[in-house]
């Protein structure tokens, strides 16, 4: 089992509509989890965290955690042709523990 | 601001060459990593550092060298690369472990 599970897309979403990507992870004692944009041929861009169950929001992105379904989404609302890009699912294990583990990544595209 | 500079942008390498990619960073950050990523794959892992100290290496080949001569500055020395080796190199930073880590624009390696 992979420790880190993305679907890989392709995701396609209207524009104006909202998008949600999930992930899922292996680690029950993860502690803090991102979701990372990452456009092709640049680098991972950082545009969420979360450590604590519930939802942080963020402009028009929310984040959701669920520990005990060891889950993880992201919704963006309001979806923009800019926002088509891979989004990266990443989990530390804990804290004191610095091996971020990435998903495989869903690449999403925003249809005008 | 949540810069990570990395220098160069791109590179290109003979298999007998020795070159250095840089990383600086200046918030104050703690732990820094390098990360290498092949096209279409999420980032690996390569080494961390924390508090300037090697904590974590991922069984990279000894070609690769890192080296972090203060809390601000992390190096990877690169000597005898095979053709495998080219990638995109990101070097990325965060205040503690396990907290969130914000990258570098990354550097383009072709080894010919």
């Known amino acids: 089992q992979k420790e880190v599970e993305q679907n890989s897309g392709p995701l396609s979403v209207p524009e104006g509509a909202i998008a949600s990507l999930n992930c899922t992870y292996s680690d029950r004692g993860s502690q803090s989890f991102f979701w990372y944009r990452q456009y092709s041929g640049k680098s991972p861009e950082l545009i969420m965290f979360i450590y604590s169950n519930g939802d942080k929001e963020d402009g028009r992105f929310t984040a959701q955690l669920n520990k005990a379904s060891q889950y993880v989404s992201l919704l963006i609302r309001d979806s923009q042709p800019s926002d088509s890009a891979t989004y990266l699912c990443?989990?530390?294990?804990?804290?004191?523990?610095?091996?971020?583990?990435f998903g495989t990544g869903t690449r999403l595209t925003i249809i005008p | 601001d949540t810069e990570v500079t990395q220098t160069p942008k791109h590179l290109v390498m003979g298999m007998t060459n020795k070159k250095s990619l840089k990383c600086e960073q200046h918030?104050?950050?703690?732990?820094m990593y390098w990360y290498k990523q092949k096209a279409k794959k999420p980032p690996e892992l390569m080494f961390v550092?924390?508090?300037?100290?090697?904590?974590i290496n991922e069984s990279v080949p000894s070609r690769f060298s890192p080296e972090c001569p203060n809390s601000s500055l992390l190096n990877l020395h690169l000597h005898a690369l095979q053709p495998e080796d080219s990638a995109l190199y990101l070097c990325?930073?965060?205040?503690?472990?396990?907290?969130?880590?914000?990258f570098g624009q990354g550097t383009r390696l072709t080894v010919v």
């Open positions: 990325a930073s965060s205040r503690l472990e396990g907290t969130e880590a914000f």
């Open positions: 990443a989990v530390n294990p804990n804290f004191g523990n610095e091996k971020l583990t």
């Open positions: 918030m104050g950050h703690r732990a």
């Open positions: 550092y924390s508090y300037e100290k090697l904590s």
